[in-house]
């Protein structure tokens, strides 16, 4: 049984930090990602890593903003989000794919509760 577990959102002013964490039970995958859904929007990609290692992947709106990084040990991966902008309301998902390199929602198998980031001007 697998099961993420995503924490860390909350109410930030623009141009503040928030970290969330998702805690993986089960297994390892190859790719572990962080995706986005506001209202009325469909739910877009944000970032991806591996367990074993490579190249963080972002989208191009949050790159030099936001950076994942994980910790083995613990199964859980984190996303640091800087200079947060009021377009990066939503709530966030992590999620956990046996591909590599994925960036597609419907690539990915499981998925965590969601927790919600609200970013006020």
């Known amino acids: 049984q697998v099961q993420l577990v995503e924490s860390g959102g909350g109410l930030v002013q623009a141009g503040g930090s928030l970290r969330l964490s998702c805690a993986a039970s089960?297994?390892?995958?190859?790719?572990m990602g962080w995706f986005r859904q506001a209202p009325g929007k469909e739910r877009e990609f944000v970032a991806r890593?591996?367990?074993?290692?490579?190249?963080?992947d972002y989208a191009d709106s949050v790159k030099g903003r936001f950076s994942i990084s994980r910790d083995n040990a613990k199964y859980t991966m984190y996303l640091q989000m800087n200079s947060l902008k009021p377009e990066d309301t939503a709530v966030y998902y992590c999620?956990?794919?046996?591909?590599?390199?994925?960036?597609?929602?419907?690539?990915?198998?499981?998925w965590g509760q969601g927790t919600q980031v609200t970013v006020s001007s």
């Open positions: 999620a956990a794919s046996p591909g590599a390199f994925v960036r597609l929602a419907s690539q990915y198998d499981y």
């Open positions: 089960g297994r390892a995958f190859r790719s």
């Open positions: 890593d591996s367990w074993s290692g490579g190249v963080p």
